[in-house]
Each structure stands twice: as structure tokens, then as C-alpha cells.
């Protein structure tokens, strides 16, 4: 079956970075569009940034813009969110998804991560 499985979580303080990493199994990674999602405590998921199947072709929100950097590595399977300057503000749970379309919506991709927990101290 198909699975997603995020990692690189942790504890930082604001300022710092961190890279969390997504890798697949049971699909067939290279023809899927993949995007980052976060969800803080009492707040709404959010999109972070997707990235098309063949990684040309990136997005992110306004929030992230500058310090957060969306990648991929086909033959490894594995999708990569750099993340820099962090601020309080970015913490949350991060989810990696992959869809069959480019898309900011959340509902609309196939197959989902179990999330990694980011925490910016200030």
C-alpha cells in the first residue's frame, strides 16, 4: 500500500533551520505532484508549498516565502522542505501529501503523511 512518511521534526530555536524529509513507497513517485501542509494547535491546516512531478515547478505560501525551500529527489523517492529563519509562528505539525494535480487544497490530494511535529522556541 501506499505510504508517506515524514521526518526531521524537532525542537529549534527561532532563527534556526531545519529540513524535514517525505519519502514514498507503493506509488509510483515520479508521476505524482507532492505539496507540505502544517497544522498548528486550535488553527486550521494550512498549505506550505507543493512541488509538480517533475520539480520545475514549485509553490509556496506567502507566510513561508523566502525561508522555506520545496525540493524533490525522483530516484530517491523522497520529497525535502527546507526550512530557514524559523519563527514561533511555524510551529505545528507538517504533513507531506501527493496528488494526482497541483493543487493548494488539502481534500484534494490521494495519500497523506502521519505529520512530524516542528517546535520554534523564541
Known amino acids: 500500500q501506499v505510504q508517506l512518511v515524514e521526518s526531521g521534526g524537532g525542537l529549534v530555536q527561532a532563527g534556526g533551520s531545519l529540513r524535514l524529509s517525505c519519502g514514498a513507497s507503493?506509488?509510483?513517485?515520479?508521476?505524482?505532484?507532492l505539496g507540505w501542509f502544517r497544522q498548528a494547535p486550535g488553527k486550521e491546516r494550512e498549505f506550505v508549498a507543493y512541488i509538480d512531478s517533475s520539480g520545475l515547478v514549485t509553490a509556496s505560501a506567502d507566510s513561508v516565502k523566502g525561508r522555506f525551500t520545496i525540493s524533490r529527489d525522483n530516484a530517491r523517492k523522497t520529497m525535502y522542505l527546507q526550512m530557514n529563519t524559523l519563527k514561533p509562528e511555524d510551529t505545528a505539525v507538517y504533513y507531506c501529501?501527493?496528488?494526482?494535480?497541483?493543487?493548494?487544497?488539502?481534500?484534494?490530494?490521494?495519500?497523506y503523511g502521519q505529520g512530524t511535529q516542528v517546535t520554534v522556541s523564541s
Open positions: 507503493g506509488l509510483t513517485f515520479s508521476t505524482w505532484s
Open positions: 501529501a501527493a496528488s494526482g494535480r497541483l493543487t493548494q487544497i488539502w481534500s484534494s490530494y490521494n495519500y
